[in-house]
């Protein structure tokens, strides 16, 4: 498998000083904390991590991902005066 994963990375013009990171994608992570006396079947504990059947790897090349902050629009023009908040 990893001569696959070697040969994609070939494909795409990554080089072997790029800094790679493998991630798990399509989990399910419980985000809130339930009650004691819930049902363990349907109230997962907090924090527990669940993968999916239809789970998958994601490759992410860090060194050529560019952080770009977004830009504002010129066109876009204020339509209405801002009277600030009301309280």
Avoid at 35 to 45: C, F, G, L, R, T
Avoid at 48 to 70: L, M
């Amino acid at each position: 498998m990893s001569l696959n994963i070697e040969t994609a990375l070939e494909k795409l013009g990554w080089s072997n000083d790029d800094e790679i990171s493998v991630e798990i994608a399509g989990v399910a992570v419980a985000g809130t904390a339930t009650h004691p006396d819930a049902n363990a079947k349907w109230a997962k504990p907090y924090g527990s991590v669940t993968y999916q059947n239809d789970a998958f790897i994601v490759i992410k090349n860090k060194t050529r991902n560019p952080v770009v902050s977004s830009q504002p629009n010129p066109e876009l023009k204020q339509q209405h005066s801002y009277q600030g908040e009301n309280k």
